[in-house]
């Protein structure tokens, strides 16, 4: 099993900047994809982010050049940093992790508990 454990979030005023990150931990060998999706209230789950092990990342066109994220393979750790904030990226934020058990083993999704981002306008 692997748990995935969220931080950071809050209320920011819209302009601002907000990051959160995530830790892994549990039974990995390696993990391939980390990222973030969010969910705003009444809306779809959607996409926001990822980055793989080796380092080569992918945003969502809503918040490219806006969001920057980053990983620690060492530490299993993912983080997003968030700047210029919109009222819309209101959201609950979800990481999730790829994370392989044994080399050769296929890789299973997890997620964290979610953490909330408040953008006031």
């Known amino acids: 099993q692997v748990q995935l454990v969220e931080s950071g979030g809050g209320l920011v005023q819209a302009g601002g900047s907000l990051r959160v990150s995530c830790a892994a931990s549990?039974?990995?060998?390696?993990?391939?994809?980390m990222g973030w999706y969010r969910q705003a209230p009444g809306k779809q789950r959607e996409w926001v982010a990822h980055i793989h092990s080796g380092g080569s990342t992918n945003y969502a066109y809503a918040v490219k050049g806006r969001f920057t994220i980053s990983r620690d393979n060492g530490e299993n750790t993912v983080s997003l940093q968030m700047n210029s904030l919109k009222y819309e990226d209101t959201a609950v934020y979800y990481c999730y992790a790829d994370p392989q058990a044994r080399p050769g083993l296929p890789s299973t999704r997890y997620w964290g508990q979610g953490t909330q981002v408040t953008v006031s306008s």
């Open positions: 549990g039974s990995i060998f390696s993990i391939n994809f």
